[in-house]
């Protein structure tokens, strides 16, 4: 089989008609992608991976998946909003940022996450991906970054 010829945004194979799309480069923020899993580790009841945020109830405590860390140390403010049933003590959560779209729509946390730390779609959705365990995080932060972020930097 001959190599892939580039077609627009996805790469055509020959005569088989088995089309897979060219991913758009990662351009990862390293540094932020390590101090977040450093934090995360750290401080492991600061940390949900399965809710893009949570707070308990009476909101005295905060938990974020790493998606949800990334966009509130970019200094963004969440909508949140009340569980229809509280899991696991978490009784609030949100899904958005407070900034809105050019139609007024608040924007989605993994969206606004992915810019913040330069990623691809793939990349941003096997990280942000709500069954991750710490050790899942960080074999992908060094699959996509190329660093462990269990090492310390030279």
């Not at 899993?37 to 399965?50: G, L, T």
Request: glycine share 6%.
């Amino acid at each position: 089989m001959s190599e892939p010829e580039p077609f627009g945004e996805v790469e055509c194979y020959d005569d088989d008609w088995d089309y897979v799309p060219t991913p758009e480069p990662s351009d990862p923020d390293t540094a932020e992608l390590v101090a977040i899993y450093r934090y995360i580790k750290a401080h492991p009841k600061e940390w949900e991976q399965r809710l893009f945020a949570a707070r308990s109830e009476h909101g005295c405590r905060t938990a974020y998946c790493l998606a949800g860390h990334a966009v509130v140390r970019a200094g963004y403010k969440l909508v949140w909003e009340p569980r229809f049933t509280p899991m696991d003590g978490w009784y609030d959560s949100s899904w958005f940022v407070a900034d809105t779209d050019t139609y007024g729509q608040n924007l989605q946390i993994a969206h606004v996450a992915r810019k913040v730390l330069g990623l691809n779609p793939t990349d941003a959705d096997k990280l942000f991906c709500a069954t991750n365990t710490l050790d899942d995080l960080r074999r992908i932060i060094t699959e996509v970054t190329g660093t462990d972020p269990e090492e310390e930097a030279t």
